[in-house]
């Protein structure tokens, strides 16, 4: 975990109102570079609207968003993502139809001109995705498998093999295992150590208790659209946490 650097992300006094509805009340939350921040709270707690907000999907009513040291004001998930965010969800992106490496190079692929007609440079880009999943720790039969045919955890690899690839600096995670088996999820919190381990920053909502505490270095719980706790996860316990959850505790700060 990288302690010493100035955030990479960081939420100042963010708020978020639906008419009268109170979404997020004065959000202040930061994330380093190389660190794993898991966001903890039960359904409505504010933790997809949060999310939306550092991704572009949604805008603050109130507060401010600094990432890379600059205010940003997001319109769009265009925007973050052309600024280095990704947000991973449930479902995925990826083509179904198509192989490991046409998924890799969706919308970057490499081609070149034949008598002034583009042709795919396919064994280039196929020696790049095999590298680069290597590189990950991801194991594929083969890069030729079209992505229907493989299993959750390793479409879920694929994902974050190619936004690490591609140069993503910060990566959000919306329940990634919830349909995963139990080794497909152990192979997932590893790809998550190693992302992290690469200096890329990533916010993980998950309720699994278990799943923060083996891969966080933080945990920040939402009730009611505030922050009841911030806390490293080494010197928290999941029975504190819980209470954090539930509010049987007053805010913690680390």
């Given at each position: 975990m990288?302690?010493?650097s100035?955030?990479?992300?960081?939420?100042?006094?963010v708020c978020?109102?639906?008419g009268?509805?109170?979404a997020?009340?004065d959000i202040?939350?930061s994330v380093r570079a190389?660190?794993?921040l898991?966001?903890?709270?039960d359904n409505?707690?504010?933790?997809?609207?949060?999310i939306?907000?550092?991704?572009g999907?949604?805008?603050?009513?109130?507060?401010?968003?600094?990432f890379d040291?600059e205010?940003?004001?997001?319109t769009?998930?265009a925007?973050s993502?052309?600024?280095?965010?990704e947000?991973v969800y449930?479902?995925l992106s990826?083509?179904?139809?198509?192989d490991?490496v046409a998924?890799?190079?969706?919308g970057?692929?490499?081609?070149?001109?034949?008598?002034?007609v583009?042709?795919?440079r396919?064994?280039e880009m196929?020696?790049?995705?095999?590298?680069a999943?290597?590189?990950a720790g991801?194991?594929i039969p083969s890069v030729r498998?079209?992505a229907?045919?493989l299993s959750?955890?390793?479409r879920?690899?694929i994902?974050?093999?190619?936004f690490?690839?591609?140069g993503?600096?910060?990566?959000?995670?919306?329940?990634?295992?919830?349909?995963?088996?139990?080794?497909?999820t152990?192979?997932?919190?590893?790809m998550i150590a190693r992302?992290r381990d690469?200096g890329?920053?990533v916010?993980?909502i998950t309720?699994?208790?278990?799943?923060?505490f083996?891969?966080a270095?933080?945990?920040v719980?939402?009730r009611?659209?505030?922050?009841t706790g911030?806390v490293?996860?080494?010197?928290s316990s999941?029975?504190e946490v819980?209470r954090?959850?539930?509010?049987?505790?007053?805010?913690?700060?680390?």
């Open positions: 990288n302690t010493e100035t955030p990479l992300v960081e939420l100042r006094g978020k109102y639906f009268s509805v109170v997020l009340k202040t939350v190389g660190e794993v898991a966001l903890l709270g409505g707690a504010g933790k997809s609207t949060l939306k907000i550092i991704s999907g949604l805008q603050p009513t109130a507060g401010r968003v600094v040291g205010d940003c004001h997001f769009s998930p925007d993502k052309a600024r280095g965010i947000t449930q479902d990826l083509c179904m139809n198509v490991v998924n890799f190079f969706m970057r692929e490499l081609t070149r001109r034949i008598l002034g583009p042709v795919l396919e064994r196929q020696a790049i995705t095999e590298r999943l290597s590189a991801t194991r498998t079209n229907e045919h959750g955890g390793q879920q690899a994902e974050l093999s190619r690490v690839h591609w993503g600096k910060m990566v959000m995670l919306d329940e990634p295992f919830a349909a995963l088996g139990v080794e497909q152990r192979r997932g919190l590893e992302v690469q890329v920053a916010i993980l309720h699994n208790m278990t799943h923060a083996q891969v270095d933080r945990i719980v939402l009611h659209g505030r922050i911030d490293a996860t080494a010197e999941p029975e819980v954090m959850i539930t509010g049987d505790v007053s805010q913690r700060v680390a």
